[in-house]
């Protein structure tokens, strides 16, 4: 059985400086009139000297540069014309070369409704340069050029958002020493090099956008041995018609790590492979990949080993994802593993489909392994679809190499595979119809009338939502990506959360206990005492799904029934369905009590108003897993996870059991916002930082104000982690 399974969490956009008490500004805004580059190089020399958090207002027109670069931004200084359309700053086709801005360490630039034009960089940044905080918002940055970098080149925090990059030469947007990077609702199309580029470790995060078209590779990166690990997400995105590759990234140090997750996007039709892995970590999710091809090996994903790095391969998870008419050349139209796979972990395929892929794709008769070739016993498949692929040298259509099955699976041909069956498969065609749009973010392929994967999946693991998001069923489910008749999407109604042991702080009043507090739940209806504070939970963002809300945190109580309340009856297989799986847990007895906090560093911060947010109250219950149920989804015996919150940008824990499971709770009959939200919570045990220099941060003295008043805390170790769940019948 797998060991691990992953789950990456990833950088909440919420900067702590947002939380710190305003201080008295007079910033001032400084109005350009169209064209006039005097007034605009004065107008930054001016915000520059002056401190304060400035504006300066562009009238519509082209600022055409013609002596050199505009001043560098050291200070905080936004930049904003009426819409790129109309508002244009450039560099004079015969001036000399030169980028076109340049954002120092100590400055924070946001940039909107402007074009950046015709900047030339030499080495690195042509249009851009960012060492400090740069946001390119609602801009279109065309005809820039630079060996790296050409449209913007970044070593501090970089946010794209609603812009597009063409046209540029060089790599479009470079990031570099271990930064960070968000790119949301963007267009990186038809740029002259590769579109985004890694190059020394750090975070990418890429949502709701489209890279397409470029002549290099769509996103690529590498950990750094000096600045440390890499982590890529790519959510709700499309990487289309590259030339090169869409995806590559890995792990070049053994002592960093690259992990990169996808969720609900597609990579297709990319000229050098759909997603090339070297010595690095995948989890593909609720994901398409398809009509990508190569010359080479793996026109879907390639996989290398142990040839990259000491070791060989780290965990690569495919769930819930189609992975569809690639092609390879050689080997491996779908996917192709080369070399071992560390400590003995494996390529997991879970309620995937794989096929219409094509081994051999040049027909000159060298290649095999239409869907998947592996050299060693590393991969592990359940309720998928691995039928309908080709081999052209009609050797090993479907596979090539040892593949475990751990059953409910719909194989078509299992020669020359070493396929080693379980007696829930069934073998022979699927009977699938063709990758079209079928609901949902992805393109998928639904099973046809007959079909061996209608009602073939193991009835266990029903209740998860599909590749599309829709809910299957809690019986009588199906193999592979997309349930039949299934039309209702799975939401889940709370943030996840992230809680840190935490004690009020020495020489400040505790939150007074107050007895006989009515709860009422799902469970059990009594009266609780409400005790000391144990806890504060933050807002996480996982898989780049984003949060529901980022500012209202959890403040957590311990609880004991008030005297001559009935005690806790335990309650019995609890079926929950969470995006690690499903889980059945057993109750033992009521220990907390969460209430919605405001967090502020400095000073108190007012209570969240009950209006203004959609955070329920919980009522935690002690828990385990049911009888005979396993004690982590699928058999694992951890949870690898990567998370980033408030208190951290970037680090590693290690899930192993779980420990509670929370209900929206009706708290002295001030209803209940979501009654049928829920939370199960898992121990949590931190691993390193994936940046060197990101240090988990601990605070004395952080205030926490509820319902309850407010009470200073000193926080400690992240201990549990909490995860959205909705209860199956």
Do not use: W
């Amino acid at each position: 059985m797998p060991r691990h399974a992953t789950l990456l969490l990833a950088l909440l956009p919420t900067v702590l400086a947002s939380l710190l008490v305003a201080t008295v500004s007079s910033a001032a805004t400084f109005n350009v009139a169209a064209g006039d580059v005097a007034g605009l190089v004065a107008a930054i020399d001016t915000a520059n000297g002056n401190g304060e958090a400035d504006t300066i207002e562009l009238a519509a027109g082209t600022y055409t540069l013609t002596t050199g670069t505009l001043p560098a931004i050291t200070s905080e200084i936004t930049i904003v014309g009426p819409d790129a359309a109309t508002t244009t700053i450039e560099r004079a086709a015969v001036a000399p070369q030169f980028r076109l801005l340049a954002v120092n360490p100590d400055g924070k630039l946001r940039i909107e409704g402007v074009t950046l034009r015709r900047g030339r960089g030499g080495a690195f940044g042509g249009g851009l340069t960012n060492n400090g905080r740069l946001e390119v918002v609602s801009c279109t940055l065309t005809d820039n050029q630079a060996t790296t970098g050409a449209a913007i080149s970044s070593s501090g925090e970089l946010e794209i958002e609603g812009s597009t990059v063409t046209g540029s030469s060089g790599v479009a947007i470079s990031i570099v020493r271990a930064s960070t990077a968000t790119i949301r609702g963007s267009q990186l199309i038809s740029n002259d090099g590769t579109a985004v580029d890694m190059a020394d470790g750090g975070l990418l995060r890429i949502a709701d956008s489209l890279i397409q078209s470029n002549s290099g590779q769509g996103v690529t990166g590498t950990d750094d041995f000096t600045y440390g690990s890499l982590f890529i997400e790519i959510v709700r995105s499309t990487i289309d018609a590259n030339s090169s590759t869409g995806v590559s990234f890995g792990a070049l140090y053994a002592a960093s790590t690259a992990r990169t997750v996808i969720t609900e996007s597609t990579i297709s039709n990319n000229g050098g492979g759909g997603i090339n892995l070297g010595e690095a970590e995948l989890v593909l999710r609720r994901s398409t990949v398809s009509g990508n091809v190569t010359p080479l090996n793996g026109g879907g994903i390639f996989i290398q080993g142990a040839a990259v790095a000491p070791g060989g391969l780290s965990q690569v998870t495919i769930d819930s994802s189609t992975i569809s008419g690639n092609g390879a050349a050689l080997k491996g139209g779908g996917i192709f593993i080369a070399d071992g796979l560390r400590l003995g972990r494996k390529l997991r395929i879970v309620r995937s489909t794989i096929t219409g892929n094509v081994a051999d794709a040049d027909s000159n008769g060298s290649g095999d392994g239409g869907g998947i070739v592996t050299p060693t016993a590393t991969v592990e498949i359940e309720d998928s679809i691995l039928a309908g692929n080709v081999d052209n040298t009609g050797q090993a259509p479907d596979c090539a190499g040892p593949i475990a099955s751990q059953g409910h699976n719909v194989v078509g041909d299992t020669t020359a595979c070493g396929f080693f069956l379980a007696s829930s498969d069934v073998v022979g065609p699927a009977l699938l119809g063709a990758l079209a749009s079928n609901g949902g973010p992805t393109m998928t392929h639904l099973p046809l009338a007959g079909s061996p994967a209608i009602d073939a999946a193991d009835p266990a693991r029903c209740g998860d939502p599909d590749q599309r998001g829709f809910a299957r069923p809690t019986a009588g489910c199906d193999a592979g990506a997309v349930e039949v008749g299934a039309a209702s999407v799975v939401t889940y109604l709370s943030d996840h959360f992230l809680c840190y042991d935490a004690k009020t702080s020495r020489s400040t009043a505790a939150l007074t206990t107050l007895p006989g507090v009515s709860a009422a739940d799902d469970i059990e209806s009594k009266d609780f005492d409400v005790k000391k504070s144990r806890a504060l939970c933050t807002p996480a963002d996982e898989n780049g799904e984003g949060v529901l809300d980022e500012a209202t945190h959890l403040h957590s109580r311990e609880i004991k029934e008030s005297s001559g309340q009935p005690r806790h009856l335990p309650q019995r297989n609890i079926r929950l369905a969470t995006q690690l799986g499903m889980f059945s847990v057993d109750t033992l007895k009521p220990d907390r009590l969460l209430v919605p906090t405001a967090k502020g560093l400095v000073g108190p911060l007012p209570a969240p108003d009950p209006m203004s947010h959609d955070v329920d109250r919980f009522k935690c219950y002690k828990a385990r897993p049911s009888a005979g149920a396993p004690k982590l989804p699928r058999g694992a015996t951890s949870l690898d996870v990567i998370l980033g919150n408030q208190f951290t940008r970037a680090r590693s824990l290690t899930l192993s059991k779980l420990t509670r499971l929370c209900t929206s709770v009706d708290e002295e009959g001030l209803g209940r916002k979501n009654p049928a939200s829920h939370l199960v919570c898992f121990q949590a045990r931190t691993q390193k930082p994936l940046l060197l220099d990101d240090v988990e941060a601990t605070f004395v003295g952080l205030y926490s104000t509820s319902e309850f008043g407010t009470e200073q805390l000193d926080t400690r170790r992240a201990y549990e982690l909490c995860i959205p769940a909705r209860r199956l019948p």
